[in-house]
């Protein structure tokens, strides 16, 4: 142990779901990135006693108008789409798709404006608190490479699919089931070899309309051997959802498509399930597969209303996703008052619905987001041993959008945060105990 700084001040962060733990005087010790002493009052001589640290440790001590949270989770944004947020959304998803992503993803066989485009969605997107992402990418390898090259600079945790499609799609931006495995093979042989941490691959067929199904199974069995995560999209929209039945006649539901292709795994991500029938529910409870909630985008899109409050009371893990660009903001303080929104919206229209409130919400950002990636023993909270992925919040920093004139307490510092805040409350951002963002002059 030859580092080792102790934060002194307050912090909030989740255990569950129902409940936000606030602690208004606490310390937090990390070394080499991880946590190694966390403290609910700040006794620091008591937590310095139980520090393996060989070396004096530095002290960081927050003002009154500061706390920590954990970093956000980003379960789902495509990166190549980031210049067209805010674009199309007179359009529903299949149109929309053929008008503003195909052509625009397209153009990231240029790597010199993948490049430029990738830098700014990873300074964008770790400028708005999300330390972990699931990344899709384009058809293209080399672009990919580029993403994962940007993303180990920033220092952002993060998973990179490049998007397999060889059906249903322009015939100028698709591939042949062959060229699709064989780069999928390059971009997984690229990834071994770099072995990074924090930046890793996820097989990435862009949904059940775009691929085959010999396409599919061969990306599961890649999964398979390779143990990968997969994400993809599922039931976003009521025309893709009839679509999906016609052209795959032979499966009972969209979720069974995935099943019969072998995709759906403990280390599964879909994005939307908007449509999802009670028999696939139970399938993906049984298949352990995640689902990232998009409010953002199921409204853009007038793709419909997303009941994640069904979806968590059927067992399903559940996190948040941005969805850029069916989604218009990279910001998953954005997409927690956008879920309960919607959640708000459909408690309207069915008696017995309990909508999401911000301490649920703000658990599907971090800690759930953590579960629904299996990384809740690495990220999520401040629990010892895990890394120190961290948001040092200042609600009364130079350019706040908050004011408030109250004393208030740690816990509605992040209420005011949460309804009112943005990334300019963001001042730093540790990805494991790196500050990869720092706003503090
Ligand atoms: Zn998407």
Not at 178 to 207: G, Q, Y
Not at 379 to 407: H, S, V, W
Request: proline fraction near 4%; glycine fraction near 6%.
């Amino acid at each position: 142990m030859d580092e080792c700084t102790i934060f002194i001040g307050p912090y909030v962060h989740s255990f569950e779901q129902k409940h936000i733990t606030c602690v208004e005087n606490g310390l937090i010790a990390v070394s080499n990135g991880k946590i190694i002493g966390v403290s609910d009052n700040q006794d620091i001589d008591a937590l310095r006693s139980t520090l393996p640290c060989s070396v004096s440790p530095k002290f960081v001590t927050l003002n009154n108008s500061e706390f920590f949270c954990p970093g956000f989770v980003d379960l789902h944004i495509h990166a190549p789409q980031f210049p067209n947020a805010g674009l199309g959304y007179d359009l529903t998803l299949l149109q929309w798709l053929k008008k503003y992503t195909f052509p625009l993803e397209k153009k990231y066989n240029d790597i010199k404006f993948a490049r430029k485009i990738y830098r700014a969605v990873v300074d964008r997107t770790l400028s708005c608190g999300t330390t972990t992402a699931c990344y899709f990418c384009t058809i293209y390898v080399e672009s990919c490479i580029t993403f994962v090259e940007e993303l180990i600079e920033a220092g952002q945790r993060a998973f990179v699919g490049k998007v397999n499609m060889n059906t249903g799609c322009p015939p100028e931006y698709s591939e042949t089931t062959s060229s699709s495995i064989a780069d999928t093979e390059k971009f997984i042989d690229f990834m071994k070899n770099i072995k990074n941490s924090l930046v890793k691959l996820i097989i990435t067929p862009r949904f059940a309309v775009t691929c085959d199904m010999p396409l599919m199974t061969t990306l599961a069995e890649l999964a398979k051997k390779h143990d990968l995560y997969i994400q993809t999209h599922i039931s976003e929209n009521k025309d893709e959802v009839n679509y999906v039945k016609e052209i795959f006649p032979e499966c009972s539901s969209y979720t069974d498509v995935y099943d019969k292709a072998g995709l759906l795994t403990k280390k599964t991500v879909l994005a939307h399930g908007v449509y999802l029938t009670n028999p696939e529910l139970k399938l993906l409870k049984e298949r352990g597969s995640s689902i990232a909630h998009c409010p953002i985008s199921n409204t853009s899109l007038q793709s419909g209303f997303c009941n994640v409050r069904m979806l968590l009371n059927e067992g399903l893990s559940v996190g948040l996703g941005t969805d850029v660009a069916g989604g218009y903001s990279p910001s998953i303080i954005n997409c927690m008052r956008a879920a309960m929104n919607m959640s708000i919206h459909i408690s309207f229209l069915h008696d017995n619905h309990i909508p999401l409130n911000y301490h649920e919400v703000f658990y599907l950002a971090t800690l759930g987001g953590a579960k629904a990636l299996q990384m809740e023993n690495l990220i999520g909270n401040f629990t010892m041993g895990k890394d120190f992925d961290a948001l040092r919040i200042d609600l009364n920093c130079q350019d706040t959008p908050i004011d408030y004139f109250n004393e208030l307490t740690l816990s509605e510092k992040l209420q005011k945060f949460l309804y009112l805040g943005d990334d300019r409350n963001i001042r730093q951002v540790y990805v494991k105990g790196n500050l990869v963002k720092n706003k503090i002059q």
